[in-house]
């Protein structure tokens, strides 16, 4: 797909497809050799890659540059909030790219965070005793999340497993501790509202009843299409008005291979690891100036259903401060906060190691209603 431009000036947004096809699968056994495919973004500069990794991405940017232009002549931007049957048939096309993308095996990581973004542990029971005589302290849970989405039916459904802690390779053998199987598209799933992206990245907002939302945000890592994060806020709503963090779920993922319905367990063979007692993100990271270029969704009585694509294109200025920000580990952080209007904003991001972020939020009226969700690639202005 073509590049995302990050300038004061001009923006760019990715059509539907913001990275390269995955290569065929293989055994989570041998991820040594398992090619990532990464699709270098042509404002990004995140270093040299071999030439036979150069050759495969010439060849993938021009073939995503004509899809650039084949999007152009299907997605009118200025559409009409009641052209409902455009919006239809542009978001069917992206999502057809979306299911394609999103579906598969994908293991990992995962951990509980305080609304102050500090990691909880584990409960003592499900530790190993040899970990509890070691006094060593467990946060992470391993993690499976197996993914299916149908491209030519707008249906996700995938599980979210824990994985009971192990002793060195044991991990081959876990046993499954909890099972969270979720379900976006038909009658009473409990989701409210579900924004997508060809790339794989999504928001879904799902209500959990007693005043209790969920907001899950899956970004995908522009530099490695089979790398992602999901960072799910748990949020309190009062008296219909006032939202308030309860806590913070972090998972990081890999891609391993094609839908199996968790049948392969990458095991040992994991390219990660537990990662919430490592040391949190920074303030002068997120601290300053950052333009780009986001996509967004737009949620209200003229919208048809919950399900919006990605779309639109617009420059993005921001200045943040380390202020309401939770800063977490692996480059991540977010945020809930009351907006100048008397609504609310969600917002999360990561940040890659050269100043650049995917960053996504949430527009809440001061009613609580969903009015607005919102992708983004960033880049941090140079400080003077």
């Not at 299907?74 to 069917?92: A, I």
């Not at 003592?124 to 302290?137: G, I, L």
């Not at 009473?188 to 899950?216: P, R």
Request: net charge negative; proline share 5%.
């Amino acid at each position: 797909m073509a590049a995302f431009s990050v300038t004061t000036t001009t923006s760019s947004y990715p059509p539907p497809s913001l990275h390269q096809p995955r290569p065929s699968p293989i055994s989570s056994s041998s991820s040594s050799t398992h090619f990532q495919g990464s699709l270098l973004l042509q404002n990004w500069n995140f270093g040299r890659f071999p030439s036979w990794r150069t050759k495969r991405t010439t060849l993938i940017c021009a073939v995503n540059q004509d899809a650039k232009q084949a999007v152009k002549d299907t997605v009118q931007l200025d559409l009409p909030k009641e052209d409902s049957k455009q919006v239809h048939d542009n978001g069917m096309e992206v999502w057809s790219q979306f299911a394609k993308r999103v579906s598969g095996e994908w293991d990992g990581f995962g951990a509980d965070f305080s609304n102050e973004g500090k990691p909880v542990e584990l409960p003592e029971t499900v530790v190993p005793e040899a970990y509890r005589e070691w006094e060593v302290k467990v946060f992470d849970w391993q993690t499976q999340c197996p993914t299916l989405a149908e491209p030519g039916d707008r249906v996700l459904e995938y599980k979210s497993i824990q994985l009971l802690p192990t002793v060195g390779c044991e991990a081959d053998a876990a046993t499954r501790y909890s099972i969270d199987e979720r379900k976006v598209g038909g009658a009473d799933t409990g989701i409210t509202a579900f924004a997508y992206q060809s790339s794989g990245s999504y928001v879904a907002l799902w209500d959990k009843k007693d005043g209790l939302l969920e907001l899950e945000y899956c970004l995908i890592s522009p530099q490695d299409c089979e790398s992602r994060v999901r960072i799910i806020q748990h949020i309190n709503v009062s008296d219909n008005t006032k939202m308030v963090l309860q806590s913070i779920r972090v998972f990081c993922e890999q891609w391993y291979g094609p839908f199996r319905n968790g049948d392969q367990l990458g095991g040992c063979a994991i390219r990660d690891s537990a990662f919430a007692a490592t040391a949190p993100l920074t303030a002068s990271e997120v601290t300053g100036v950052w333009q780009g270029s986001k996509a967004i969704a737009t949620f209200d009585d003229s919208n048809t259903g919950s399900f919006r694509p990605l779309l639109d294109d617009q420059v993005l200025n921001s200045v943040r401060d380390g202020d309401n920000n939770m800063l977490l580990p692996k480059k991540l952080w977010c945020s809930l906060r009351e907006s100048n209007d008397g609504g609310t904003l969600s917002e999360v991001g990561w940040i890659s190691d050269h100043g650049r972020a995917i960053t996504s939020s949430c527009i809440f009226s001061s009613t609580a209603k969903l009015k607005e969700i919102s992708l983004a690639l960033e880049t941090k202005a140079e400080e003077i």
